[in-house]
């Protein structure tokens, strides 16, 4: 819970700072404007991480491993697949993504009034 909090105020200060070097007023529509491109970012890099790690593409880089099979040090065993190369979660970045467009909604409902 701590990381997830931690992250959030992190992202959080990262959206003011980058208003405040872009020399944008800080208003709602620059917040909202920001929040999306990085909560955006986040949420597409968690949705990536949770699909690869998945084994999606497994099946497919065993396959063109034995299709162009070259002469190389290393056998099929020796080599990870892509869904035991990434060694973390995409919880953090998929929580802290949502919750930064959650609060681009509330601001963007709010802006809207």
Same mark, same amino acid.
Do not use: H
């Given at each position: 819970m701590?990381?997830?909090?931690? @992250?959030?105020?992190?992202?959080q200060?990262?959206?003011?700072?980058t208003i405040?070097? +872009?020399?944008?007023n800080?208003s %709602? %529509?620059?917040?909202?404007?920001?929040?999306f491109?990085?909560?955006? !970012?986040?949420?597409?890099?968690?949705?990536? *991480?949770? /699909? !690869? +790690? =998945?084994? *999606?593409?497994d099946?497919?880089?065993?396959s063109?491993?034995?299709a162009?099979?070259?002469?190389?040090?290393?056998?099929?065993? &020796?080599?990870?697949?892509?869904s &035991?190369?990434?060694?973390?979660?995409? @919880? %953090?970045?998929?929580? =802290?993504g949502? /919750?930064? %467009?959650l609060?681009?909604?509330?601001?963007? !409902?709010?802006?809207?009034?």
């Amino acid at each position: 819970m701590k990381k997830f909090v931690f @992250s959030i105020g992190i992202i959080q200060i990262l959206i003011f700072t980058t208003i405040f070097f +872009r020399e944008e007023n800080l208003s %709602l %529509l620059s917040y909202i404007n920001n929040s999306f491109m990085y909560g955006g !970012v986040l949420l597409f890099l968690g949705l990536w *991480v949770f /699909v !690869v +790690r =998945t084994g *999606v593409f497994d099946i497919f880089t065993i396959s063109m491993r034995k299709a162009f099979r070259l002469k190389t040090t290393l056998e099929n065993d &020796e080599m990870r697949p892509p869904s &035991e190369a990434l060694g973390f979660s995409s @919880s %953090l970045l998929l929580v =802290t993504g949502t /919750v930064t %467009l959650l609060l681009m909604v509330i601001c963007l !409902v709010i802006y809207g009034f």
